[in-house]
Nanobody
Framework: QVQLVESGGGLVQAGGSLRLSCAAS????????MGWFRQAPGKERELVVA????????YYADSVKGRFTISRDNAKNTVYLQMNSLKPEDTAVYYC?????????????WGQGTQVIVSS
């Protein structure tokens, strides 16, 4: 099992940047595929970006391509989400998620979420 704790959310103006972090417990972090999801008010949760165990394979949703960058540091048990050129439509609660079994969009462990608000 793994426990996930997100940090780094906040209020930012459109065009600004934020860096989210997700710290994982345990000694097997490198065995987990990691993802960042977001859920805006009144909308379904969506997968924003995902990264493979080694970091060699990455998926980005079309809505964030070229603006968001995911990375991971397996030595620090942490995954990061660098968000640049933020837009008001990026406003959402962002969740870090983990799974040891690769299944499209399905994750077993979740953080508590961190709020991101982008003002226009």
């Amino acid at each position: 099992q793994v426990q996930l704790v997100e940090s780094g959310g906040g209020l930012v103006q459109a065009g600004g940047s934020l860096r989210l972090s997700c710290a994982a417990s345990g000694r097997t972090f490198s065995s987990y595929y990691m993802g960042w999801f977001r859920q805006a008010p009144g909308k379904e949760r969506e997968l924003v970006v995902a990264i493979s165990r080694s970091g060699g394979s990455i998926y980005y949703a079309d809505s964030v391509k070229g603006r968001f960058t995911i990375s991971r540091d397996n030595a620090k048990n942490t995954v990061y989400l660098q968000m640049n050129s933020l837009k008001p439509e990026d406003t959402a609660v962002y969740y870090c998620a983990a799974t040891q079994t690769l299944r499209v969009g399905i994750y077993d462990y979740w953080g508590q979420g961190t709020q991101v608000i982008v003002s226009s």
